[in-house]
């Protein structure tokens, strides 16, 4: 058998933990699929592979078909026979169908067990299911439920945030500047780590123009020396950064007006 053939049985044979592994990580966990090595990804692409071959095996059985493995071992052999090759085209309609339907329920079985794991925290309690993009945890504020956390919240949950608060401290022809804003979103670069951080209601003044403390240890006000940043969003580079500050707030309801606070 030439290379060319046995290279596209084998990455044929893979596809089903391809998937699986691709709809896994999906949307803000979708670069960790391209960070592993060559072997890594090769090693968490074939299990779930054979899972699913094995499954589909037994499968067929309930509705009368079988897998002739004798087949498929001829055809990767070095010198497969004709019958076998007429075998695959009387029965392409039903060796399509097959791995369609494989196809299918190995990449819907990635989203749903991806769900699965968000919706029970298991990334967040159980470490074995943690997901690589940890700025995700920090940003969202999911590492308050991590069991080796300092910080927790007694008062709130997770779900109780309904705003990230940000200060990033930028230094511009050597003065800082304190950014601060609502989070909104953030970009990943390829290794996983920040690259990006965007906010709205932005403002800045420089970090000199702090606020002076009275001889009582009353903080006296300095909004006045803070520059309001028009536009719907600014984007502030990682690499540009020297400090980040997160403050956590949810809104509580008095009746009249919703009044944020730290969640506790």
Known sequence: ????????????LLVPGILFRRFYYSEEFSKEYFKETFFGVFISTILPSLFFHFL???IVKIFGQQVDLFVLGDIVSQQPSSISFQN?????????????????????GGYWL????????????????????????ILKGEFFDFPRADI??????????????????IEINGVSYLYDGILVDYELNGNNGLETISLTNAQR????????ISKKGKKKDNSKKYYPIGGHIIVLKYCELKNLNFTYLTLDDDGDSLTPRLVE
């Not at 927790?152 to 401290?169: K, R």
């Not at 420089?206 to 002076?212: H, R, V």
């Open 1 to 12: 058998m030439s290379i060319a053939l046995s290279t596209l049985v084998l990455f044929f």
């Open 88 to 108: 695959l085209q009387d029965n392409s309609i039903k060796i399509l169908f097959y791995n369609l339907t494989m196809f299918v329920v190995a990449g819907a």
């Open 152 to 169: 927790t919240l007694d008062e709130d949950t997770v779900e109780d945030i309904e705003f990230v608060f940000v200060d990033a401290i």
């Open 114 to 137: 991806k769900k699965i794991v968000r919706k029970e925290k298991w990334d967040r309690l159980y470490k074995f299911f943690r997901f690589q993009n940890s700025w995700h945890y």
């Open 205 to 212: 003044r420089k970090l000199d123009d702090d606020s002076i």
């Open 56 to 58: 589909w095996y037994f």
